[in-house]
């Protein structure tokens, strides 16, 4: 266990559907961030948030948002669903110090059919 | 911009026997830290090893080792006695002053047994 908790694990949704995936950093980790993985893909950066506030924005559609709430968990928004979404979406936080790695979480497969 | 090249998709390796992961990035920065990250097929990422780059000194973690060359802005990983579990797909990346961490395209790595 990693410590990055990434909810529901699978998610199987029909074109047009929109879908929250959630994720709680680590303990006492302020920075999330959130990547997608498609089939066979690298990593491609979203966006992030510290402490409640985006911090930077990658190659994220219109149609997907994120929050950070109080207590630090996030939300990966996404809405209108194309077949091309489908993908695995990490989860990853990291620590305060400035050369410490990120801490993924287990990923939320998101199947859309 | 920062880029993260590794220059071979799929590679294998002889149970017990070395093998050497290729990983050229680019940025104008002079600090940053570089990374390993490996992902099973299970699809957890696991962070190997990490490299700050004013150290010269090559970081080690049991068989993982990498060779940092800050001029030729190469970071190789080397694995050791090579083992079963090894096998997966292995990730470089670089992170600076901007925060995210940018990811290379893979290389997956088979282990024969």
């Known amino acids: 266990d990693s410590g990055v908790t990434q909810t529901p694990k699978h998610l199987i949704t029909a074109t047009g559907q929109r879908v929250t995936l959630r994720c709680s950093p680590r303990s006492g980790d302020l920075s999330v961030y959130w990547y997608q993985q498609s089939l066979d893909q690298g990593l491609q950066f979203l966006i992030q948030?510290?402490?409640?506030?985006?911090?930077a924005k990658g190659n994220i559609l219109e149609r997907f948002s994120a929050q950070q709430f109080p207590d630090l968990h996030s939300e990966l928004n996404l809405s209108s669903l194309e077949l091309g979404d489908s993908a695995l979406y990490f989860c990853a936080s990291r620590g305060t110090g400035v050369g410490y790695g990120y801490t993924f979480g287990s990923g939320t497969r998101l199947t859309v059919v | 911009a920062q880029t993260v090249t590794q220059s071979q998709p799929e590679m294998s390796v002889q149970e017990a026997e070395t093998v050497t992961l290729s990983c050229t990035y680019d940025t104008s920065e002079s600090d940053y830290y570089l990374f390993w990250y490996k992902q099973p097929p299970s699809r957890q990422m696991i962070l190997v090893i990490r490299?700050?780059?004013?150290?010269?000194q090559n970081a080690t973690e049991n068989r993982f080792s990498v060779n940092f060359q800050k001029a030729a802005k190469s970071f190789s990983l080397k694995i050791s006695d090579s083992q079963l579990g090894d096998a997966a797909m292995y990730f470089c990346a670089l992170k600076t002053s901007y925060d995210k961490v940018i990811f290379g395209p893979g290389t997956s790595l088979s282990v024969i047994p």
């Open positions: 948030y510290y402490n409640g506030e985006e911090r």
């Open positions: 490299q700050e780059a004013y150290k010269q």
